[in-house]
């Protein structure tokens, strides 16, 4: 049945780490819904939550998304014992984890769509002030592979979990369409002539890619492919190369009369998946920290990774990573630091070591645009453009992929973190699209 609901569709990119709203105007123009932030307004909302609880106070926890969110954990003493608080990122990146169905915070079950309910149900709200009509009907973005999806089957059963998500938030018409073929509605609005266009879009948890003949007046989707990994896997790729090893991932500690690795692995991977950090800081984990600091060869390192569990300290550690990556797309050379009251953490790092480190992660996103080549039929000389989008296509060594494959000339790229929501928004404008 038709819906009788007729106010205005808008494009929702519900991102891995930025999440968008954007609404094309009758008049041709587009709206983004903008977000305080830091006393300004951004188009972008980061994709957190923060929870918070006090002990012992028999009421739910508190939960905020976006920045609100950061907001409130920075303004939080995590080290007090009386509040606890949990940061939680990547969500989109737990859909297609059958297994994952949820996660228990402060004693309480939350599933996944709970979770995601929050972040877009926020997202919702906000879009319904600034826009000025209460949103309820939506295209929003999906990537062409969700991450740890192995199959068709895991896709779709990642988008129907999505789906639950959005009609719990208050959402009640929802369409879904590809991430990187949004992306190209984008860059096909400004094209003179007809051409076979490339996208990739890079973010925090997916890489996509999709191929089009577009004109000024045509769209035809020739094929799309995908991988899931992004910005996400670089992030852990330097946690456990420069990082961790300065927590003591590579130390040794007495055992009787052996000398034995300090702490297992499982320790440093929840670094790596920085968000999950804080799962750390409880009792068992922070005795079993405490007894091998007194029997490691580098008690220091341990030192500092017990300040950094104990004092909550994900967020900063993620911040400094992101800021080590970010530094490298501009520079040769940068420092990792790391700096509170309670450790001091620095260690230099080069852009040859960090594309070193993600040369397997570059591999597998290569291999996913020979598929949608191989997919398609489509030659490397037949390919006019190639347009590159979201946060991660800023990495010199992804964008030199295509520059050495396409030509320097045939590379464009733009509107790194709105392009996705952008071209939702013109789909949703149009029907047929
Ligand atoms: N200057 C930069 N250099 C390198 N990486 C960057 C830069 N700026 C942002 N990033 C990375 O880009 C990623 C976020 O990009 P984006 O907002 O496009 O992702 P997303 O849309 O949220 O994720 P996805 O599309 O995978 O769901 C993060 O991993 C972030 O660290
Ligand atoms: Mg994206």
Request: glycine content about 8%; charged content about 25%.
């Amino acid at each position: 049945m038709a819906s009788l609901d007729t106010s205005p569709v808008v494009g929702i990119d519900f991102g891995t780490t930025n999440s968008s709203v954007a609404l094309a105007l009758p008049d041709g123009s587009l709206q983004f819904v903008e977000f305080p932030f830091a006393g300004a307004l951004t188009r972008s909302s980061r994709s957190v939550l923060y929870m918070q609880k006090k002990i012992g106070v028999g009421k739910p926890a508190s939960v905020w998304s976006g920045p609100e969110a950061i907001e409130r954990y920075l303004a939080t003493d995590n080290f007090e014992d009386e509040v606890q608080g949990r940061l939680i990122q990547s969500l989109k990146s737990y859909l297609a984890a059958r297994s994952f169905n949820g996660t228990e915070i402060f004693g309480r079950h939350y599933r996944v769509e709970d979770l995601v309910a929050k972040m877009v149900g926020d997202l919702r709200r906000r879009a319904s002030v600034e826009l000025g009509f209460e949103v309820t009907r939506a295209v929003v973005g999906r990537p062409v592979a969700f991450v740890s999806a192995d199959n068709d089957s895991d896709n779709a059963f990642a988008e129907e979990r999505l789906r639950a998500s959005l009609l719990q938030a208050g959402f009640t018409d929802v369409r879904f369409a590809m991430e990187p073929i949004a992306a190209a509605h984008t860059y096909a609005e400004g094209i003179q002539r007809e051409e076979t266009v490339l996208i990739g879009d890079f973010g925090g948890g997916t890489t996509d890619f999709s191929l089009l003949r577009v004109s000024p007046t045509e769209r035809t989707v020739l094929g799309t492919t995908g991988v899931g990994l992004a910005g996400d896997a670089f992030d852990a790729k330097i946690v456990h190369y420069l990082v961790s090893p300065a927590l003591g991932s590579d130390s040794m500690a007495r055992s009787l009369n052996k000398v034995l690795p300090a702490l297992p692995a499982w320790v440093y991977a929840n670094l790596e998946r920085w968000h999950t950090l804080s799962f750390l800081r409880t009792r068992q984990v922070m005795e079993m920290l405490r007894t091998t600091q007194k029997r490691a060869l580098e008690p220091e390192k341990i030192a500092a990774l017990i300040a950094v569990v104990e004092h909550d300290l994900g967020y900063r550690l993620h911040q400094a990573v992101q800021r080590v990556k970010i530094d490298l797309s501009s520079q040769d050379a940068t420092e990792f630091v790391l700096e509170t009251d309670a450790v001091s953490l620095r260690e230099a790092v080069t852009r040859a070591e960090f594309e070193g480190w993600i040369a397997p992660e570059l591999e597998r996103m290569e291999r996913s645009l020979d598929d949608v080549l191989q997919k398609t039929g489509v030659a490397v000389a037949q390919v006019d453009r190639v347009f590159l989008t979201g946060g991660t296509s800023l990495v010199p060594a992804v964008r030199r992929v295509f520059a050495s494959r396409f030509g320097e000339e045939r590379v464009v790229s733009g509107e790194a973190f709105t392009s996705v929501a952008h071209g939702l928004a013109l789909m949703a404008a149009n029907k047929d699209a």
